[in-house]
């Protein structure tokens, strides 16, 4: 297994149109966190999954974000009619949780959105 | 609320010396668990090191050691025998629970120099 992959790692839009990203946990993960980062700051949490249920969203995702997890492997992040102030690093994580106890969250290369 | 704070933006340091990068938090929580996760410039981020709150022992994970004052709600991180490998932005992070998710401080960014 490689990691936490992403899909794409970059992308460029203009404000009003839609995007969507792609993330792929570690295969054995039931866990996956999608996190937001701008530029010189910390991630912020988004949103997470515990297999295929979302368990928690972040007041920082608005109505325009949508993600989901349909068979509790890959995710997919949407944003809809972008604004400038979309553009970021949206990195995504994953985690096995067993017993109760979550482990290391291991994280993906992002995916760099820049809103024209 | 949880909250991380670090207040050194950016600090430099000799290969080869030490360095110690300071954090504070806050947290209602008693039992909880601290990181420092390490970011080298467009690299992903990688777990350094972990703290669980129960434990008084202080972490330690090969050149890197953490001093825990939980009274005081601090967590800093010590680099020994600094590397060029180690430039990279470093971000102190807590986690309320063993099923949470993780709350990142603004990151401290380190440079190492030759």
């Known amino acids: 297994d490689t990691g936490v992959s992403q899909d794409p790692r970059h992308k460029i839009t203009k404000r009003g149109q839609n995007v969507t990203f792609r993330c792929d946990p570690i295969s054995e993960h039931n866990r996956l966190y999608w996190y937001r980062q701008t530029l010189g700051q910390g991630p912020e949490f988004l949103t997470y999954?515990?297999?295929?249920?979302?368990?928690?969203k972040s007041r920082l995702l608005s109505d325009r974000f949508s993600a989901e997890r349909p068979k509790g492997s890959f995710s997919t992040l949407e944003i809809q009619r972008t604004e400038q102030g979309d553009s970021a690093m949206y990195l995504c994580?994953?985690?096995?949780?067993?017993?109760?106890?979550?482990?290391?969250?291991?994280f993906g290369p992002g995916t760099r959105l820049t809103v024209l | 609320a949880q909250t991380v704070t670090q207040s050194q933006p950016e600090m430099s340091v000799q290969e080869a010396e030490t360095v110690t990068l300071s954090c504070t938090y806050d947290t209602s929580e008693n039992n909880y668990y601290l990181f420092w996760y390490k970011q080298p410039p467009s690299r992903q981020m990688i777990l350094v090191i972990r703290q669980e709150a129960y434990k008084q022992q202080n972490a330690t994970e090969n050149r890197f050691s953490v001093n825990f004052q939980k009274a005081a709600k601090s967590f800093s991180l010590k680099i020994s025998d600094s590397q060029l490998g180690d430039t990279a932005m470093y971000f102190c992070?807590?986690?309320?629970?063993?099923?949470?998710?993780?709350?990142f401080g603004p990151g401290t960014s380190l440079s190492v120099i030759p």
């Open positions: 994580a994953s985690s096995l949780m067993v017993s109760g106890v979550n482990n290391e969250q291991f």
């Open positions: 999954f515990q297999n295929e249920a979302q368990l928690e």
């Open positions: 992070a807590l986690m309320k629970t063993s099923y949470d998710k993780v709350i």
